[in-house]
Structures are given as C-alpha cells and as structure tokens.
C-alpha cells in the first residue's frame, strides 16, 4: 500500500459563550488534503500559546508538561497511521482519529470479547469443537472476570491496557489465589491469549503484550499402571454389578487408549472390519477431532461381547454401559480400594497405561502408538517414552544380549590391561 501524506497541528478552538480564559487544545490530521479534528482533553490560553509552532510558550513545568504530552499524542498520531498500513488497511484522516479517540471502544473491552468469543465457540460443539474445549474457556473467562473485579476495582477492561504487567499479576492471582499448578495457571493464560491474539488480527490491538512472556509448561509425571496392577485389577472377582461395570470400563480404555468420552460415544457402527478381517475402533477422538483407529486386543473384545446384549446399551445405541463422568471417577476409588491398587484411578490413566505398559512395553512402534491414540503429532506420543523406565532397562538388556551373539564387545584381558 502506498504512504499518504499525514499532516499534524494543534491548535486552540473556542468554546461556546467564549468570554475569555483558556481555549480548548484540538490536533488537526490531514491525509491527502482531507483533515478531521480531534479534541486532545486539554485547554490552554491563547496568550501563552505559539500559533507557529503549535507549541506551549514558556519554560513554566506546566508548559513543559503539555509540551510533552503534545509530543506524546504527536508520535500516536504516526503510530496509528502505521498500525493501519501494516493491517492493509486504508489510511485516512477519520481512521487516524477513531484509533486516537477509542470510538467504539466498547467492542475493545476484554471481557465482552471473551464472552462473544465463547458464545460462538458454543455454537462450534460437535462440528469440529468439543464440549470440554468451551467448558476450558468458559471456566477461564469466569476466572478472568474474578481476577479483574478483586484486583483492579473494574467490571471490564479495555484490551489496550493489557501488558506484560497485568499479565504476570494474572499468572501470580492464579497461583496463589486459586492455588494452581503452574501447567494449570498457563492454560487459563493461554485462553486468554487466545482472545487477545484475535484483537491484533483484527487490528484492535497494537502489538502481542504475551510477547515477552514466558509460556513454557513444566514437564510432568506421567501415572499409569504397570502389568501387575492391571492384571489384578482385569482379573479380580467383583461381585457388586455396579462397581463390575466400572472395572469393564477401565480396563477397556486400558487396552484401547479411549478416553471416558470417547468411550461414551461409541457406536457400533465405529467398530469395523479391517483389511486384514480383524475388528477394530475407527472414530475421530471427541477431544482433537483427529481420527484413531484401534485394532482390538482380545480382552476389549471380550468385554465388547459381554455386553452385546445389555438392555441399557440397546436402548441408547451404546457399546458400554457408561455411566456419568463424576460417578465414573467416584466408582474407581472404591475399585482401587478394592483391588488394592495405591493410585488414584482416573480414564486418564487408563488411557497413559494403555500407551505405556500396553504397547510401548510391549515393543509396538511409536507411529502406530501415534495412531491408534488419535495424537496429532508424533511428539505427543514421544512423550511416553520418557516415562517409560523399565522398557529402557529392558531394550538395554535385549541390547547386551545383541552385541554379544555378534561379539561386539573387546576382550577383556586387553581391555584391563
């Protein structure tokens, strides 16, 4: 886009009924001949004014003052002008001012625009957004809003006066005020970047105040069970039916990498012959929309075939007899109790058990792990192998093993000397 000329002058303006005493400070902006005037919030008299230079006259701290704040308005006068040149947008005398004046301000407020941002995130559940992604920025936006009622007095505020400051005060309110881990408080954070991101698309914001914020996540223990604890858990006699259908649940997702709402959601229609005759999952994970397909160990076929026939599951098209998340959950404790296993049950360790002690242990490459769990990137699943100890120690072995048959290894005579 070319340049425009701009032009930029102060001048007074009489107010009505004007019967002498100060005048009114306007800034004059002219973009190829066309100008609009813009009230600084400032007055001034006439006599200690310089027309020429547009200016304050004298060495008084107040006319410094107003000198410097002129200078102030003058380099934001430029800087709208190549906010809007960067955005593509047209240059004119009527752009310049609204950027200066805040018209609309309104729609700039942070928290109106996170509030249209999930409403329409609402409208996007189940065509292509999952319900827990509006639930996480629903739950950000309450936080936020708490955030600036109990530390800035304010019901709102404009997205203009985000910077690095407000940032770090909403890292540290989330830290020791609802007691987040740092993981959590960055994904709250993250949310809100979000919002603030779009702005600066729209050209309602000048630069990212995120920038010179660190949004590093710390790493994080990965629980899963190991062979014996799933085992023990699989194999143990429950005579209570409802905590039986919880334990089916469990070590289904232990041997298909689902999550709880995956697993909710399954149709018979998604499991499938594959090419080779052998039933498998095929589905798009709620969470990701990213599809996994999942050939099925014996034991999920097993349990599939146990409730083949359930009156609950035939009347809701369900595969599994799948209860509420909070039930789901509260049942697992007892089931831990009960099978003697010290950790906290949750689907999501079904899920970390299935990439690690199911597969990984078991030598299935990281790609088909990838696969089969619906990961967008390999990087996802790398992550396992990290926590995977034991398969270390174990490829170490088969290693030592290895070298040996090929006598890969130098004597040891000469070696000791």
Same mark, same amino acid.
């Given at each position: 886009?070319?340049?425009?000329?701009?032009?930029?002058?102060?001048?007074?303006?009489?107010?009505?009924?004007?019967?002498?005493?100060?005048?009114?400070?306007?800034?004059?902006?002219?973009?190829?001949?066309?100008?609009?005037?813009?009230?600084?919030?400032?007055?001034?008299?006439?006599?200690?004014?310089?027309?020429?230079?547009?200016?304050?006259?004298?060495?008084?701290?107040?006319?410094?003052?107003?000198?410097?704040?002129?200078?102030?308005?003058?380099?934001?006068?430029?800087?709208?002008?190549?906010?809007?040149?960067?955005?593509?947008?047209?240059?004119?005398?009527?752009?310049?001012?609204?950027?200066?004046?805040?018209?609309?301000?309104?729609?700039?407020?942070?928290?109106?625009?996170?509030?249209?941002?999930?409403k329409d995130l609402k409208k996007m559940i189940g065509k292509g957004v999952a319900k827990g992604t509006y639930t996480n920025f629903?739950?950000?936006?309450?936080?936020?809003?708490?955030?600036?009622?109990?530390?800035?007095?304010?019901?709102?505020?404009?997205?203009?006066?985000?910077?690095?400051?407000?940032?770090?005060?909403?890292?540290?309110?989330? =830290?020791?005020?609802?007691? #987040?881990? /740092? $993981? *959590?408080? @960055?994904?709250?954070?993250? %949310?809100m970047k979000k919002i603030v991101l779009d702005c600066v698309d729209n050209g309602w914001l000048v630069g990212d105040p995120f920038a010179k914020f660190e949004m590093t996540r710390e790493d994080v223990?990965?629980?899963?069970?190991?062979?014996?604890?799933?085992?023990?858990?699989?194999?143990?006699?429950?005579?209570?039916?409802?905590?039986?259908?919880?334990?089916?649940?469990?070590?289904?997702?232990?041997?298909?990498?689902?999550?709880?709402?995956?697993?909710?959601?399954?149709? =018979?229609?998604?499991?499938? #012959?594959? /090419? $080779? *005759?052998? @039933?498998?999952?095929?589905? %798009?994970?709620?969470?990701?929309?990213?599809?996994?397909?999942?050939?099925?160990?014996?034991?999920?076929?097993?349990?599939?075939?146990?409730?083949?026939?359930?009156?609950?599951?035939?009347?809701?098209?369900?595969?599994?007899?799948?209860?509420?998340?909070?039930?789901?959950?509260?049942?697992?404790?007892?089931?831990?109790?009960?099978?003697?296993?010290?950790?906290?049950?949750?689907?999501?360790?079904?899920?970390?058990?299935?990439?690690?002690?199911?597969?990984?242990?078991?030598?299935?490459?990281?790609?088909?792990? *990838?696969?089969?769990?619906?990961?967008?990137?390999?990087?996802?699943?790398?992550?396992?192998?990290?926590?995977?100890?034991?398969?270390?120690?174990?490829?170490?072995?088969?290693?030592?093993?290895?070298?040996?048959?090929?006598?890969?290894?130098?004597?040891?005579?000469?070696?000791?000397?």
């Amino acid at each position: 886009m070319l340049e425009k000329s701009l032009g930029l002058m102060f001048f007074l303006k009489q107010p009505r009924n004007y019967d002498g005493g100060e005048m009114y400070i306007y800034l004059k902006i002219t973009v190829d001949g066309v100008s609009k005037d813009v009230s600084i919030k400032r007055s001034w008299l006439p006599s200690r004014w310089n027309s020429k230079g547009n200016r304050a006259i004298g060495n008084k701290e107040d006319a410094k003052a107003l000198n410097e704040f002129l200078d102030v308005m003058q380099n934001k006068a430029y800087d709208a002008r190549k906010h809007l040149i960067d955005r593509g947008k047209v240059v004119t005398s009527l752009a310049i001012v609204e950027l200066l004046s805040g018209i609309n301000e309104r729609k700039w407020m942070l928290l109106l625009l996170f509030e249209v941002h999930n409403k329409d995130l609402k409208k996007m559940i189940g065509k292509g957004v999952a319900k827990g992604t509006y639930t996480n920025f629903n739950t950000s936006y309450k936080h936020t809003c708490k955030f600036i009622k109990v530390i800035y007095k304010v019901d709102d505020i404009n997205i203009r006066s985000l910077d690095l400051e407000f940032i770090k005060k909403l890292y540290n309110w989330y =830290r020791t005020d609802l007691e #987040l881990n /740092h $993981n *959590s408080a @960055l994904k709250n954070i993250a %949310n809100m970047k979000k919002i603030v991101l779009d702005c600066v698309d729209n050209g309602w914001l000048v630069g990212d105040p995120f920038a010179k914020f660190e949004m590093t996540r710390e790493d994080v223990d990965t629980v899963y069970l190991d062979k014996e604890e799933i085992q023990r858990i699989a194999s143990k006699n429950i005579q209570n039916e409802r905590l039986s259908r919880v334990r089916d649940l469990f070590v289904f997702c232990c041997f298909t990498g689902l999550s709880f709402i995956d697993v909710k959601q399954l149709k =018979r229609s998604e499991v499938t #012959l594959a /090419h $080779n *005759s052998e @039933l498998r999952i095929y589905k %798009n994970r709620q969470k990701t929309g990213t599809p996994a397909a999942i050939p099925l160990l014996p034991i999920a076929l097993l349990i599939l075939k146990k409730y083949q026939d359930d009156a609950t599951c035939l009347a809701k098209d369900m595969l599994l007899p799948v209860l509420s998340n909070q039930k789901y959950n509260s049942y697992l404790k007892e089931i831990a109790d009960t099978c003697k296993v010290n950790k906290e049950l949750t689907s999501k360790m079904a899920r970390n058990s299935f990439a690690t002690t199911v597969t990984l242990a078991n030598n299935v490459p990281m790609e088909t792990i *990838s696969k089969m769990m619906g990961h967008k990137s390999l990087k996802q699943t790398q992550h396992y192998a990290k926590v995977l100890a034991i398969k270390v120690t174990e490829d170490m072995v088969t290693l030592k093993k290895t070298l040996a048959k090929k006598k890969f290894i130098p004597d040891q005579k000469i070696m000791l000397g």
